[in-house]
T-cell receptor, first 112, second 113 residues
Framework: DADVTQTPRNRITKTGKRIMLECSQT?????MYWYRQDPGLGLRLIYY???????NKGEISDGYSVSRQAQAKFSLSLESAIPNQTALYFC???????????FGPGTRLTVL | AQSVTQPDIHITVSEGASLELRCNYS??????LFWYVQSPGQGLQLLLK??????LVQGIKGFEAEFKRSQSSFNLRKPSVHWSDAAEYFC???????????FGPGTSLSVIP
């Protein structure tokens, strides 16, 4: 089984809909992250969490919210989706000591 | 503000040729440095990292990188490229263990037979 899983893998939705992307990990890591990837822009950090009670905004948090339900689960919500949120979304985890980030397979979101 | 630049958006090399991907960072002290690879349709995977010590680090898949403090660079190299190396490569920087990683914009590598 994969260490970091994301659901759904693909989603097409309409403008104004609320969307939740879910991430689960079996690495036992405290740190979790949500990124979006757009062509030519690399990875941009949306939100990150260093433990269950710690949530921090990244560089592009507007229009997004997150919930850290447990050490292993970190969800990203789009309260009212808009077309420019069409992107590839990645969840990642890491630990404090080794700092290597482990990425999920990604969720391709299309907002029409 | 801390930043990471990868000057080459796209590079094409012939199979068997050598490869060097450039990465520069702007930060006063020596940060933690990483290279990740993203194969088509997949998430990112760590190739190698530098925290301290020997400035030439070896990674997976035959890659190596050299940290040069004077140039604020951490360039990735491979002596002989294979077709399976075609992917997107990201340099990343971490200021301290208490900070978040900053990724560069990526370099897309194409390999021609």
């Amino acid at each position: 089984d994969a260490d970091v899983t994301q659901t759904p893998r693909n989603r097409i939705t309409k403008t104004g809909k609320r969307i939740m992307l879910e991430c689960s990990q079996t690495k036992g890591h405290d740190r979790m992250y949500w990124y979006r990837q757009d062509p030519g822009l690399g990875l941009r950090l949306i939100y990150y969490s260093f433990d269950v009670k710690d949530i921090n905004k990244g560089e592009i948090s507007d229009g997004y919210s997150v919930s850290r339900q447990a050490q292993a689960k970190f969800s990203l919500s789009l309260e009212s989706a808009i077309p420019n949120q069409t992107a590839l979304y990645f969840c990642a985890t890491s630990d404090f000591i080794f700092q290597e980030q482990f990425f999920g397979p990604g969720t391709r979101l299309t907002v029409l | 503000a801390q930043s990471v630049t990868q000057p080459d958006i796209h590079i094409t090399v012939s199979e068997g040729a050598s490869l060097e991907l450039r990465c520069n960072y702007s930060y006063g002290a020596t940060p933690y440095l990483f290279w990740y690879v993203q194969s088509p349709g997949q998430g990112l995977q760590l190739l190698l990292k530098y925290f301290s010590g020997d400035t030439l680090v070896q990674g997976i898949k035959g890659f190596e990188a050299e940290f040069k403090r004077s140039q604020s660079s951490f360039n990735l190299r491979k002596p002989s490229v294979h077709w399976s190396d075609a992917a997107e490569y990201f340099c990343a920087v971490l200021k301290t263990s208490y900070d978040k990683v900053i990724f560069g914009p990526g370099t897309s590598l194409s390999v021609i037979p």
